[in-house]
């Protein structure tokens, strides 16, 4: 409640006031807003997905020689639910990983990788 009180409620109180702000500030805001989330959730500093989550998505593997066995696809588990399991984390994440373009899919770096994935979500959202 002490970070939401003193942090929190104070970078989300007039946000939109940031958008003038240079690129070198948004950057210090956004590194004190991380560290009241690791301070909050107890996390270490660390840029991996929690194990919890990397358990619930499989990698697709052939069995055989495919095309697209090269194309990092995920496995998109079968659900019983069309309104619970269609929108369960594990159904949701491969099918958006499987849908972007496999120019972005593929890519090795973390810096490129994210300046691809907003230039293509940018593209999406202003069509």
Do not use: E, G, Y
């Given at each position: 409640m002490v970070i939401h009180a003193f942090?929190?409620?104070r970078l989300d109180y007039c946000n939109s006031l940031f958008t003038c702000l240079s690129k070198t500030?948004?950057?210090r805001l956004q590194t004190v807003q991380n560290a009241a989330a690791r301070l909050l959730t107890k996390a270490k500093r660390s840029h991996q997905a929690p194990p919890y989550l990397v358990d619930l998505i499989?990698?697709?593997s052939a069995s055989c020689s495919l095309r697209s066995s090269g194309q990092k696809l995920l496995v998109v588990?079968?659900?019983r639910l069309?309104?619970?399991g269609d929108h369960a984390f594990q159904a949701v994440v491969p099918k958006l990983w499987n849908a972007l373009p496999s120019s972005v899919r593929s890519l090795d770096s973390k810096v490129v990788f994210r300046?691809?994935?907003k230039t293509f979500l940018f593209r999406q959202?202003?069509?």
């Open positions: 942090i929190s409620s500030s948004l950057n499989q990698i697709d588990p079968p659900t069309k309104t619970r300046r691809q994935i959202a202003f069509r």
